[in-house]
């Protein structure tokens, strides 16, 4: 199949913006599952291919209870909605028969795990790779393909600690910590989409495949870039925790993100109209700074009895660039993401809708891009059982 | 050797990091960025401070930041309250595939350049807008920063020590920002192809705080299954025994994960207490994963004795998940970094050397697909170039629009 040679498409089909490009997702990932999930947001089509005995991240947590009493994995749900599936298992001739036969209609495989392993689980990555030299391939591993640490065992917390993400979050006196869920997963899939779309704009001009690579741990230091970079400028060591930034304050239903710019102190007093804000101490940022732990406390007290999202609102109508600690509660009654049809039900076969999941996060000439909620049937065994 | 993506002009309004990083992805692949800057409203990540207090020098390229995420962009300095600067930039739009902005919502409209007006001046045009939280809404007109959308977007929610305390990922590392960053190029790219195909113009609106959302889908699903809301739970995960340790140094520590019995005993043979070789894993009252706290105990206190280096090879070697948590100086030395491409060496402005820099997030296995940046711009640095080489005009009415304000040129001493 090629990229490209489409008729004009409809308005409600203008989101579609990938014209017959087809993914197929070997195994199943976090980040390849996402970045499947991407191309599809974008009009691709995505096929997963499961061995017999079911993709590993169905036993990746989150894991909740069906209404048919099964196990399920809400990680694996969210990112196969709307997919094909099928089952390989691609050690044997017959697998690799299905699998070639997929990939002779594919415009990209993605796979997760390092060529040598993959090769001694019957994938030969590279003579696949001969067989099909149109095909765009995107590799995911934890630690890279190869290197001093590409052997080592690992995840998430290795490639945030790895990557020098993790030395800084947190605070100053307490351990390092990680960034909640996904991330590295996550933030890969978005790199390893945004390289396999420059490979396949290039093959518009020279037909020719490519094979992209992305570690977690390499997605951690690229997302952590500001820290070498500033050493090498002027010797500045960065680290966590800091006294800039917004007040997390607690309000009566959680948390406010209190930010606010050095210009904007005279709408904060407006906002609170309290004496104890008009200190001198508080009269410039400097002050501010210095005096950060009374301010906190004060502005503590201010908030306490008043809602995160009454806090969010006032200050937004006034300019200031305050937000609030929205949990999975507050996004799923979220105004703004109801408004823009950010949110659809996950469709189990036969069943009530297990809860909702976010679409892709973006629209086209005002269009939410319509990936299906449906989940991929099941030919084997269910896993987990009630 | 041009880039795949040489045959890409990008009209480049972005400031700061989420739109500024994007388009430099774009630049590396040898796409045309022209960075716009509107006279007197220059990128205010020219000259920021707020990560150490000092650029090291005056100039408008004095940021290391900075230099980082406009490498390989031409920049154009324009008068755009003048009606003959936005003649001149209209024309720059009609010979080009994209623009680009992440501005607070309103504020393109108000410079002239709506997504109405850009499709008459050129209907093949892609138009790419980032905002916190989209160009529809009720909170569309709501200003953020990277900081509030950590908040907004969900990710602070399960961050933090404990429940109640969520913490955001900090200006260092500013989160929401880079996975835009990393989202907004293939974007971009599959737009234009669109575009190319007759399916034009159009506009994509890309709502950062959707985007953070969207990096925890699992985590929304889970809470309208079970009903149990997610939260903060430090450095613990449903799937491990995940912990950190300190090391001998510093703020030196170790990131470990123990998934299984045979992880637990090689912990106790190395921590030379064999006697706690079959303790349990145990899953928490909140679904997290424990050690036994003697076993934790007895490894921090074996690796407290060890660099981070030692204790993760050692435990590696006997297949536990461990971990040398890095600091950003050791990065730039990282052999297995080094030779994925996790750094390149970059030209400063005005040939005065290189420095390494951030390469790319992925590592394209065909060597013609690597890149070679070049140094970021000046303020205005490109500005004669581009009106001589885009809109064809001749030497005496570029020196006319100098002269008179509309075009500004190299101005490396500028401020906003």
């Given at each position: 199949?090629?990229?490209?040679?489409?008729?004009?498409?409809?308005?409600g089909?203008q989101?579609?913006?990938?014209?017959?490009?087809?993914?197929v997702?070997?195994?199943?990932?976090i980040?390849?599952?996402?970045?499947?999930?991407?191309?599809?947001?974008?009009?691709?089509?995505?096929h997963?291919?499961?061995p017999?005995q079911?993709?590993?991240?169905?036993?990746v947590?989150?894991?909740?209870r069906?209404?048919?009493?099964?196990?399920r994995?809400?990680?694996?749900?969210?990112?196969s909605a709307?997919?094909?599936?099928?089952?390989?298992?691609?050690?044997?001739?017959?697998?690799?028969?299905?699998?070639?036969?997929?990939?002779?209609?594919?415009?990209?495989l993605?796979?997760?795990g390092?060529?040598?392993?993959?090769?001694?689980?019957?994938?030969?990555?590279?003579?696949?790779?001969r067989?099909?030299?149109?095909?765009?391939?995107?590799?995911?591993?934890?630690?890279?393909?190869?290197?001093?640490?590409?052997?080592?065992?690992g995840?998430?917390?290795q490639?945030?600690?790895?990557?020098?993400?993790?030395?800084?979050?947190?605070?100053?006196?307490?351990?390092?910590?990680?960034?909640?869920?996904?991330?590295?997963?996550?933030?890969?899939?978005?790199?390893?989409?945004?390289?396999?779309?420059?490979?396949?704009?290039?093959?518009?001009?020279?037909g020719?495949?490519?094979?992209?690579?992305?570690?977690?741990a390499?997605?951690?230091?690229?997302?952590?870039?500001?820290s070498a970079?500033?050493?090498?400028h002027?010797?500045?060591r960065?680290?966590?925790?800091?006294?800039?930034?917004?007040?997390?304050?607690?309000?009566k239903?959680?948390h406010?993100?209190f930010?606010?710019?050095?210009?904007n102190?005279?709408?904060?007093?407006?906002?609170?109209?309290?004496?104890?804000?008009?200190?001198?101490?508080?009269?410039?940022?400097k002050?501010?700074?210095?005096h950060?732990?009374?301010?906190?406390?004060?502005?503590?007290?201010?908030?306490?009895?008043?809602?995160?999202?009454?806090?969010?609102?006032?200050?937004?109508?006034?300019?200031?660039?305050?937000?609030?600690?929205?949990t999975?509660?507050?996004?799923?009654?979220?105004p703004?993401?109801?408004?823009?049809?950010f949110?659809i039900?996950?469709?189990l076969?036969?069943g009530?809708?297990?809860g909702?999941?976010?679409?892709?996060?973006?629209?086209?000439n005002?269009v939410?891009?319509?990936?299906?909620?449906?989940?991929?049937?099941?030919?084997r065994?269910?896993?987990?059982?009630a | 050797?041009?880039?795949?993506?040489?045959?890409?002009?990008?009209?480049?309004?972005?400031?700061v990091?989420?739109g500024?990083g994007?388009?430099?992805?774009?630049?590396?692949?040898?796409?045309?960025?022209?960075?716009?800057?509107?006279?007197?409203?220059f990128?205010?990540?020219?000259?920021?401070?707020a990560?150490?207090g000092?650029?090291?020098?005056?100039?408008d390229?004095?940021?290391?930041?900075?230099?980082?995420?406009?490498?390989?962009?031409?920049?154009?300095?324009?008068?755009?309250?003048?009606?003959?600067?936005q003649?001149?930039?209209?024309?720059?739009?009609?010979?080009?595939?994209?623009?680009?902005?992440?501005?607070?919502?309103?504020?393109?409209?108000?410079?002239?350049?709506?997504?109405?007006?850009l499709?008459?001046?050129?209907?093949?045009?892609?138009?790419v807008?980032?905002?916190?939280?989209?160009a529809?809404?009720?909170?569309?007109?709501y200003?953020?920063?990277?900081?509030?959308?950590?908040?907004?977007?969900?990710?602070?929610?399960?961050?933090g020590?404990?429940?109640?305390?969520?913490?955001w990922?900090?200006?260092?590392?500013?989160?929401p920002?880079?996975?835009?960053?990393?989202?907004?190029?293939?974007?971009?790219?599959a737009?234009?192809?669109?575009?190319?195909?007759?399916?034009?113009?159009?506009?994509?609106?890309?709502?950062?705080?959707e985007?953070?959302?969207?990096?925890?889908?699992?985590?929304?699903?889970?809470y309208?299954?079970?009903g149990?809301?997610?939260?903060?739970?430090?450095?613990?995960?449903a799937?491990?025994?995940?912990?950190?340790?300190?090391?001998a140094?510093?703020?030196?520590?170790?990131a470990?994960?123990?998934?299984?019995?045979?992880?637990?005993?090689a912990?106790?043979v190395i921590?030379?207490?064999?006697?706690?070789?079959?303790?349990?894993?145990?899953?928490?009252?909140?679904?997290?994963?424990?050690?036994?706290?003697?076993l934790?105990?007895?490894l921090?206190?074996?690796?407290?004795?060890?660099?981070?280096?030692?204790?993760?090879?050692?435990?590696?070697?006997?297949?536990?998940?461990?971990?040398?948590?890095?600091?950003?100086?050791?990065?730039?030395d990282?052999?297995d970094?080094?030779?994925a491409?996790?750094?390149?060496?970059?030209p400063?402005?005005?040939?005065?050397?290189?420095?390494w820099?951030?390469?790319?997030?992925?590592h394209?296995v065909d060597?013609?697909?690597?890149?070679?940046p070049?140094?970021?711009?000046?303020?205005?640095?490109?500005?004669?170039?581009?009106?001589s080489?885009?809109?064809?005009?001749?030497?005496?009415?570029?020196d006319?629009l100098i002269?008179?304000?509309?075009?500004?040129v190299?101005?490396?001493?500028?401020?906003?």
């Open positions: 199949m090629s990229v490209g040679d489409s008729e004009r498409q409809t308005e089909q989101w579609r913006l990938l014209d017959a490009v087809s993914v997702e070997l195994g199943g990932g980040a390849s599952g996402l970045c499947g999930r991407l191309l599809m947001g974008m009009g691709a089509t995505s997963l291919v499961e017999s079911g993709s590993p991240m169905r036993l947590p989150p894991l909740y069906a209404a048919d009493g099964q196990q994995s809400a990680t694996f749900d969210y990112l709307g997919k094909t599936a099928s089952t390989a298992d691609i050690a044997g001739p017959a697998g690799q028969a299905r699998l070639n036969a997929l990939l002779a209609g594919a415009n990209v993605l796979v997760e390092r060529t040598r392993t993959l090769l001694q689980e019957g994938l030969d990555l590279e003579g696949l790779r067989q099909h030299p149109h095909l765009i391939v995107g590799q995911v591993t934890i630690f890279g393909d190869e290197g001093e640490r590409a052997h080592y065992r995840g998430e917390f490639a945030q600690a790895l990557g020098g993400l993790l030395h800084m979050v947190g605070t100053k006196s307490r351990e390092p910590l990680r960034l909640g869920g996904y991330q590295m997963h996550y933030s890969a899939a978005l790199g390893l989409m945004s390289s396999i779309m420059v490979a396949l704009y290039g093959q518009q001009r020279d020719k495949g490519q094979l992209v690579q992305v570690s977690l390499q997605t951690a230091a690229f997302i952590e870039w500001k970079c500033q050493f090498q002027d010797g500045a960065l680290s966590r925790g800091g006294s800039i930034g917004p007040f997390i304050l607690r309000c239903d959680g406010s993100a930010y606010y710019r050095e210009r102190w005279d709408l904060v007093c407006r906002l609170f109209e309290d004496h104890r804000l008009e200190d001198p101490r508080f009269a410039t940022q002050g501010r700074d210095t950060r732990a009374e301010l906190a406390k004060i502005l503590g007290d201010l908030v306490k009895d008043r809602t995160k999202r009454e806090i969010y609102h006032s200050a937004q109508t006034l300019g200031m660039p305050v937000g609030y600690c929205a999975a509660d507050d996004l799923l009654t979220s703004q993401y109801e408004s823009r049809g949110l039900d996950l469709d076969a036969g009530a809708s297990p909702r999941i976010p679409q892709v996060p973006w629209m086209v005002g939410r891009p319509a990936i299906s909620s449906s989940l991929p049937e099941q030919k065994p269910a896993m987990g059982t | 050797m041009p880039g795949p993506l040489s045959d890409i002009r990008v009209v480049d309004f972005t400031i990091t989420a500024a994007a388009t430099q992805i774009l630049a590396d692949f040898g796409a045309d960025v022209v960075k716009v800057e509107a006279s007197g409203h990128d205010p990540f020219r000259h920021w401070t990560l150490t000092s650029v090291g020098g005056n100039e390229t004095s940021s290391a930041p900075f230099r980082v995420i406009n490498r390989s962009k031409r920049a154009l300095s324009i008068n755009l309250e003048k009606p003959e600067g003649r001149a930039l209209a024309e720059i739009i009609r010979k080009s595939d994209v623009v680009i902005e992440n501005f607070r919502r309103g504020i393109i409209e108000k410079m002239g350049f709506s997504f109405e007006v499709q008459k001046i050129n209907p093949r045009l892609v138009m807008s980032l905002s916190s939280q989209g529809s809404g009720p909170n569309q007109s200003a953020s920063f990277g900081s509030s959308l950590d908040a907004l977007g969900g990710i602070m929610s399960i961050t020590y404990d429940a109640d305390s969520p913490l990922s900090g200006n260092k590392l500013n989160y920002d880079q996975v835009v960053s990393l989202l907004a190029p293939g974007l971009v790219i737009a234009v192809m669109a575009a190319r195909q007759g399916n034009a113009p159009l506009w994509i609106d890309l709502s950062q705080r985007t953070v959302t969207a990096l925890l889908g699992e985590q929304l699903l889970s309208g299954a079970n149990t809301l997610p939260g903060p739970q430090g450095n613990r995960s799937a491990s025994a995940d912990f950190v340790v300190q090391t140094g510093q703020d030196e520590w170790l470990v994960s123990l998934s299984d019995p045979a992880d637990v005993a912990c106790a921590a030379e207490r064999e006697d706690l070789a079959e303790t349990p894993l145990v899953t928490q009252p909140d679904g997290t994963v424990a050690i036994s706290e003697p934790r105990q007895a921090a206190v074996w690796a407290a004795g060890r660099t981070k280096h030692e204790a993760m090879a050692s435990l590696q070697a006997q297949g536990v998940p461990a971990a040398a948590v890095m600091k950003g100086p050791e990065l730039l990282d052999s970094l080094r030779m491409g996790a750094f390149v060496q970059v400063l402005p005005d040939e005065k050397g290189q420095e820099q951030r390469g790319l997030p992925a394209f060597p013609t697909l690597t890149i070679h070049t140094a970021p711009p000046h303020i205005g640095e490109h500005s004669v170039e581009i009106l080489d885009l809109l064809r005009l001749p030497t005496g009415k570029i006319d002269e008179r304000g509309i075009i500004g190299n101005n490396a001493t500028a401020t906003a």
